[in-house]
T-cell receptor, first 116, second 116 residues
């Protein structure tokens, strides 16, 4: 158990819908990351939040957005869903004091999203 | 730009064989971090090891060992006396200290199958 909690574990929804994935980081971790794993794209970095502020953006679509709340949990919102958005979405967390890199990044169990 | 290459897409061995998973990386940063993660069939990403670029000591943890060679930009992972439970996809990842914060760039992964 990594200590990173993600909900829901599985989600099936229709095209055009909107879903929210939730993540609770490990106790004490200030950084939260979102990654997408699909068959054709592999593991792709989406976005990084540190202590409530967005720190870096990767290959995140405009239809996707995220935020980190004062209690440090994070949500990834996916809207206008398309079949190609079907993937395993991971949340990860790390300590990153001062937002610096180098700390171990621990992953949650992922949220399986199927768009039909 | 940073890049991680895992040339071996799939490896199949018989139980108790030793197996080495290759990882080659590219980076312009002088300070960086290398990781290995295991993804069993259940889907979660399990952290195995983190190595700093300024620490070239090899590491052994039980049946697992890692060989880090900056001269060849490689960070290979060896499993000694493999077991069926080692069957999983293994990912090598890189994080640059300066250019991309803590985001991880993953290789494509190596599917390891250990047959009884």
């Amino acid at each position: 158990d990594s200590g990173v909690t993600q909900t829901p574990k599985h989600l099936i929804t229709a095209t055009g819908q909107r879903v929210t994935l939730r993540c609770s980081p490990r106790s004490g971790d200030l950084s939260v990351y979102w990654y997408q794993q699909s068959l054709d794209q592999g593991l792709q970095f989406l976005i990084h939040y540190y202590n409530g502020e967005e720190r870096a953006k990767g290959n995140i679509l405009e239809r996707f957005s995220a935020q980190q709340f004062p209690d440090l949990h994070s949500e990834l919102n996916l809207s206008s869903l398309e079949l190609g958005d079907s993937a395993l979405y991971f949340c990860a967390s790390s300590l990153n004091v001062g937002g610096l890199s180098g700390n171990t990044i621990y992953f949650g169990e992922g949220s399986w999203l199927t768009v039909v | 730009a940073q890049k991680v290459t895992q040339a071996q897409t799939e490896i199949s061995v018989v139980e108790k064989e030793d197996v080495t998973l290759d990882c080659v990386y590219e980076t312009r940063d002088t300070t960086y971090y290398l990781f290995w993660y295991k993804q069993p069939p259940s889907g979660e990403l399990v952290f195995l090891i983190r190595r700093n670029s300024f620490d070239e000591q090899n590491e052994i943890s039980g049946r697992y060992s890692w060989n880090f060679q900056k001269s060849t930009s490689s960070f290979n992972f060896t499993i000694t006396a493999s077991q069926v439970v080692d069957s999983a996809v293994y990912f090598c990842a890189l994080s640059e200290a300066r250019t991309s914060g803590s985001r991880l760039t993953f290789g494509e992964g190596t599917q390891l199958t250990v047959n009884p």
